[in-house]
């Protein structure tokens, strides 16, 4: 167990529809990244978040918003969903904003599934 | 910006075998270095980091990896293999100062054989 917790771990939705991934950093850890991980993509950082606030983007579509909530929790939204949209989601977590020496903490990632 | 280029895609080795897996990065600044595991359905892991220091860093379950600055590498060895090392394997680089989240190679799958 990393303390990096993911919920849900399996989600299959149809197209069109909204999911909601959740994850809760690790004890003392400040900031929040997702990733989302394809066969043909690797791993793409989406966005961070820290203490409550949006600190970097990455490739991440229109459709998906996130936030960091007041105990740290954070949430991915991804909306209008397409076949292309099926990926691993991962959350890691970091102590600082920066992550430069310590790399992140990773959860075990949420595999979504759009039919 | 940075980004990670691993050369191989998938190894396969047999147990006892010495392993050795490519990573190079762009970017002209000074860089952090990570390799992370990927154990079959767990999460990432990290193996080892470099930042600073000695280029040879060692780290958990019997890895190293060599900074060479010159080649922009940061290659991954173990002198024996085990069945359980099987995983895909993650070079991951930012930048050592201001901001810079992690950028991640496409992976390398290792299957060894017992």
């Known amino acids: 167990d990393s303390g990096v917790t993911q919920t849900p771990k399996h989600l299959i939705t149809a197209t069109g529809q909204r999911v909601t991934l959740r994850c809760s950093p690790r004890?003392?850890?400040?900031?929040v990244y997702w990733y989302q991980q394809s066969l043909d993509q690797g791993l793409q950082f989406l966005i961070q978040?820290?203490?409550?606030?949006?600190?970097a983007k990455g490739n991440i579509l229109e459709r998906f918003s996130a936030q960091q909530f007041p105990d740290l929790h954070s949430e991915l939204n991804l909306s209008s969903l397409e076949l292309g949209d099926s990926a691993l989601y991962f959350c890691?977590?970091?102590?600082?904003?920066?992550?430069?020496?310590?790399?992140?903490?990773f959860g075990s990632g949420t595999r979504l599934t759009v039919v | 910006a940075q980004s990670v280029s691993q050369h191989n895609h998938h190894v396969i080795l047999s147990e006892a075998a010495s392993l050795e897996l490519g990573c190079n990065y762009s970017?002209?600044?000074?860089?952090?270095l990570f390799w992370y595991v990927q154990y079959p359905g767990q999460h990432l892991q990290l193996l080892l980091k470099?930042?600073?220091?000695?280029?040879l860093v060692k780290g958990i379950k019997g890895f190293e990896a060599e900074f060479i600055k010159s080649k922009f590498s940061f290659n991954l060895r173990k002198p024996s293999v085990q069945w359980s090392d099987t995983a895909e394997y993650f070079c991951?680089?930012?930048?050592?100062?201001?901001?810079?989240?992690?950028?991640f190679g496409k992976g390398t799958m290792l299957l060894v054989s017992p």
């Open positions: 970017y002209g600044g000074t860089v952090n």
């Open positions: 890691a977590s970091s102590p600082g904003d920066r992550g430069n020496h310590y790399g992140y903490t």
């Open positions: 470099y930042f600073s220091g000695d280029p």
């Open positions: 991951a680089v930012n930048q050592n100062s201001g901001y810079s989240t992690l950028t």
């Open positions: 004890s003392g850890d400040l900031s």
């Open positions: 978040y820290y203490n409550g606030e949006e600190r």
